[in-house]
């Protein structure tokens, strides 16, 4: 079991930044593909970004590239999620989930099917 524990959600002006992170417990974190995805009240959890279990290798949602970055600590087992140039339509709650993907299986499995553990979430929301 790995236990997944998301921090850093708020409330930001449009245009602003801010980083969420996810702390894991449990089972070998380095061992993990690490994944956020979000959901928005009434649509389905989208794929945001997912990292590999030793950082090598990122892939981003088509629409979030180059406003979104995933990274992580192996050292404090977190993985965080920076949001930058924000906009009221990315006002959703944030999740991070981990999967066993590989560095060859990660760009094409971007549903949350394919993730094995899950955290709680946290609200992220972006004012006009």
């Known amino acids: 079991q790995v236990q997944l524990v998301e921090s850093g959600g708020g409330l930001v002006q449009a245009g602003g930044s801010l980083r969420v992170s996810c702390a894991a417990s449990?089972?070998?974190?380095?061992?993990?593909?690490m994944a956020w995805f979000r959901q928005a009240p009434g649509k389905e959890r989208d794929f945001v970004a997912a990292i590999t279990s030793g950082g090598r290798r990122t892939v981003y949602a088509d629409s979030l590239k180059g406003r979104f970055t995933i990274s992580r600590d192996n050292a404090k087992n977190t993985v965080y999620l920076q949001l930058s140039s924000l906009k009221p339509e990315d006002t959703a709650v944030y999740y991070c989930?981990?999967?066993?993907?590989?560095?060859?299986?990660?760009?094409?499995?971007?549903?949350?099917?394919?993730?094995?553990?899950w955290g709680q979430g946290t609200q992220v929301t972006v004012s006009s």
């Open positions: 989930a981990a999967g066993t993907l590989t560095f060859f299986t990660i760009p094409d499995r971007r549903k949350a099917s394919d993730y094995d553990y």
């Open positions: 449990g089972r070998t974190f380095s061992n993990y593909a």
